[in-house]
């Protein structure tokens, strides 16, 4: 099986610092990984994603880095700004058609 | 307009009803997914349809079955529906990646809020 954590379940930064958000997986076999971001009353927004042939992957004010000697994945938000503020979660496939989530960490930004 | 819409997007009924949440997506995906949202757990996946012929069960099916009339819809019903069931549910779409079962973006629909009295 697969279990999906996160570290902290909120996470205040201030407007304009960057924000990191983390992950723990448990399955050494998880190959696929995607980060999500839940605003209030909507449904998950697909943020980043990362294969795990790679380490980190950069898109536009975000970045994943992916270590999986511990099995560890992180989310870092470059400049944060207050529409970041929402819930982000992690989703880790296994293969064999399994796709878990963790529980997700509420980031607030502090204007 | 929205590429997933859920109806209804909030619904009160009793235990013992039936219940039926319908989605539909205009992205001509032919995987479709329905999840169930409780507070402090992670997203559930309930059933999966790989294409309109192809019905998966998920992580926690039992309670539930679902309907693929079409490509762009996919149903989801609660045959006699027990308080546990009360959650927020999901529909998703995604194309097909051969590098990942599941691949590649899901999009989620806004939801719809049951409760079970």
């Known amino acids: 099986g697969e279990s999906v954590g996160l570290h902290l379940p909120t996470l205040s930064v201030q407007e304009g610092d960057n924000s990191i958000i983390n992950c723990a997986y448990s399955n050494s076999a998880s190959d696929y990984f995607i980060w999500y971001k839940q605003e209030s009353g909507k449904g998950p927004q697909f943020i980043i994603d990362i294969r795990s042939n790679m380490d980190k992957r950069q898109g536009q004010r975000v970045t994943v880095l992916l270590n999986k000697t511990v099995k560890h994945l992180s989310l870092q938000i470059a400049a944060t700004q207050p529409g970041d503020s929402a819930v982000y979660f992690c989703a880790v496939e296994t293969g064999a058609n399994n796709l878990f989530f963790g529980t997700g960490t509420r980031l607030t930004v502090i204007p | 307009d929205a590429d997933v819409t859920q109806t209804p997007r909030n619904r009160i009924t009793k235990t013992g009803k039936r219940i039926m949440l319908e989605c539909s997506q205009t992205k001509g995906h032919d995987r479709m997914y329905w999840y169930r949202q409780d507070p402090g757990l992670g997203l559930r996946l309930i059933y999966y349809?790989?294409?309109?012929?192809?019905?998966n069960k998920g992580e926690i099916s039992d309670g539930y079955s679902v309907s693929r009339q079409a490509q762009a819809k996919f149903s989801l019903s609660l045959e006699s529906a027990i308080p546990n069931q009360t959650a927020l549910y999901f529909c998703?779409?995604?194309?097909?990646?051969?590098?990942?079962?599941?691949?590649?973006?899901?999009?989620f629909g806004p939801g719809t809020r049951l409760t079970v009295l």
């Open positions: 349809s790989f294409d309109v012929k192809d019905i």
């Open positions: 998703a779409t995604s194309d097909f990646s051969p590098a990942s079962t599941f691949a590649d973006t899901q999009y």
